[in-house]
C-alpha cells in the first residue's frame, strides 16, 4: 500500500466525494503498530501524551525532548500513515529561528509534519516552518496549550464573533499553506461552515460530523484513560481487560501455577 503523504491529506474533502480524514493519536511503537494496522490515515504523536501517558493534569508540560523521544519510538515501527507531532508549548512562541530548530529535531526524528495551536498570531512563524519545507497542520477553537488564559477545557466560538474570528483564522491558516486544521470542541454549525470555507479537510474532535475528518485519543477511543469527554466514544475497554489479565497472572503466581513445565528452561 502506497504511504500516505501530506499533498494528499491536503487535497481530501468530503464534500467533493473524498473519504473522511481518520487521525489517531499514539505515543509509542506497540501504539502506533496497533493505529497502522487499524488503517488510520495520520498518527499523531499529539501532545496529549502530557496527560494520557505522563500524568501531567495539562498539555503545557510536556518538553521538546519527550516529545522527540516519542516521534522516534512511533517513526520506528515505519507506518503506512502519515507521521504528525505536536510542537510542544513554548517550542513555537519565541522566535522563528527556535521555532525552525525546534520543529526540525521533531522532523529528524521521523515525523513528516507539524501541528501548532492558533490563529492569525501563528502566521509569521507558519511562514518560517513552510520556507523550511516542514508542513504545518493548524489548530483551532479549544486550544489545550492556552488552558491558563482560557481557564477551562470549554466550547469556544459560541457567539457570532467568535465564530467569525474562528473562520477568518481557518482561512489565514490555509492560505498560508497549512495543509490541515483541527477544530476542537467547537459548535457544529460553526465546524460545518469552516469545513465549507476552507480547500483543506478540517479535521474534527468535539466539532461534530460535518468536519472532512475526525480525531481522538488513543487512550479515550480504547479506554485506557480514566476521561470521558462527550466527544469521545470508547470502542474497547482495554483497562478491564489488562486489569483482568494481571490479575489473573498474579493468581497464577501466587497458586503455584505460574510457570508451567512448558514456560521453563529444562
Ligand atoms: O494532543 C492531541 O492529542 C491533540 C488532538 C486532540 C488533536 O492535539
Request: hydrophobic fraction near 45%; charge should be negative; charged fraction near 20%.
Amino acid at each position: 500500500m502506497a504511504r500516505i503523504t501530506v499533498p494528499e491529506i491536503k487535497s481530501r474533502k468530503v464534500a467533493q466525494g473524498d473519504s473522511p480524514v481518520v487521525m489517531l493519536t499514539a505515543y509509542d511503537a506497540p501504539g502506533a503498530r496497533i493505529a497502522d494496522s487499524a488503517g488510520v490515515d495520520i498518527i499523531l504523536i499529539g501532545d496529549s501524551m502530557a496527560m494520557v501517558v505522563l500524568g501531567h493534569p495539562d498539555t503545557i508540560h510536556v518538553t521538546m525532548e519527550q516529545m522527540v523521544t516519542h516521534v522516534a519510538a512511533v517513526a520506528s515501527t515505519k507506518p503506512n500513515a502519515l507521521i504528525v507531532a505536536d510542537m510542544p508549548w513554548l517550542s513555537y512562541h519565541l522566535d522563528d529561528a527556535d521555532t525552525v530548530r525546534n520543529a526540525s529535531k521533531l522532523i529528524r526524528a521521523g515525523a513528516e509534519a507539524v501541528k501548532l495551536e492558533g490563529g492569525q498570531s501563528r502566521l509569521r512563524c507558519i511562514d518560517a516552518l513552510m520556507s523550511a519545507e516542514i508542513p504545518v497542520m493548524g489548530h483551532l477553537g479549544l486550544t489545550p496549550q492556552s488552558i491558563n488564559r482560557i481557564g477551562g477545557y470549554k466550547v469556544q466560538a459560541k457567539d457570532d464573533d467568535a465564530a467569525k474570528l474562528l473562520i477568518d483564522d481557518a482561512k489565514s491558516l490555509s492560505s498560508a499553506g497549512c495543509f490541515a486544521i483541527v477544530l476542537e470542541a467547537v459548535p457544529k454549525r460553526v465546524a460545518e461552515e469552516v469545513t465549507r470555507a476552507i480547500p483543506i479537510p478540517t479535521i474534527g474532535i468535539g466539532a461534530g460530523s460535518h468536519c472532512d475528518g475526525q480525531v481522538l485519543v488513543f487512550h479515550d477511543l480504547l479506554g485506557l484513560s480514566d476521561r470521558v469527554p462527550k466527544f469521545v466514544r470508547r470502542y474497547a475497554n482495554l483497562a478491564d481487560d489488562a486489569i483482568k489479565g494481571v490479575s489473573n497472572w498474579a493468581a497464577d503466581v501466587r497458586a503455584g501455577v505460574f510457570p508451567s513445565d512448558e514456560e521453563s528452561y529444562n
